[in-house]
């Protein structure tokens, strides 16, 4: 054999076989990169997924105050305000629960007690009314009053003046709500009062402005009076919570 060619193979074959090894060990390395790569890939997908992923918050809006008080009242409690009359010009306000029950815009006060009256533990308003203290009949006043079930809310305001035809027994049933100013009450006072029927526990809701000549702002008739507040639920059994 050819010395020259078989040296010249050898040359030949060599190389080759270099060249598929280089290239083997090239593809692997590309191969593992490219598996690096792409597993680097889907983990900067995911941080990016977890970074750009919109988050929403729950806005919860904040409970208001009611009947223009300074604070929101506790769950188990209600709001009101009340004014009385002023003079025999302006008439009464009773607000409960941020809705005004009574005014002179909704035509459904009058002349001596406006009053409402509340349930203890829904709090719906179950009746309304204006007895009529200077020509109203004292019977069917005493009666009304006598009428409202134990344990409701009552919300009072006076307008002009309520003694005309105020009776003894008529404070008396005041004092039974928890009134401890009814009695002291006289002619062109104005009064105000929250309190609850039939408990005979003192109120901490009440307000007087006597009639006097020496401190009236309408000449005849004392200034007008507010009263507001929180007053709490009767839930169980006329126990207050």
Sequence with gaps: MNPLFHSTSE??????????????????VSFNSFDVQEKARNILRFNKVNVTKPKFKTVTTAPKAKCGLSRVCPPDHFAFYIVSGAANVVGPKICFEGKIIMSTVKNNVGSGLNIVVVNEKLGDVET?????????????ILAYLKNI??????????????TA????????VFVGMGST???????RDNWVFAGRAGRDNKSLFEKQAANDESTNVYGDWPEAVELSGCYPRNLTD???S
């Excluded at 204006?130 to 109203?136: D, E, F, P, R, T």
């Excluded at 079930?149 to 309520?162: C, E, K, Q, R």
């Design 238 to 240: 006329g126990k207050v």
């Design 181 to 187: 100013l009814i009695t002291s009450v006289k002619r």
């Design 165 to 172: 035809k105020m009776t003894d027994e008529m404070r008396e």
């Design 11 to 28: 040359t030949t074959v060599l190389p080759l076989a270099a060249v598929i090894v280089v290239f083997l060990i090239t593809w692997a």
């Design 128 to 140: 309304i009314a204006y007895l009529n203290m200077k020509i109203g009949n004292a019977d069917d």
């Design 149 to 162: 079930y134990p344990g409701m809310i009552v919300l009072v305001a006076s307008f002009d003046d309520v």
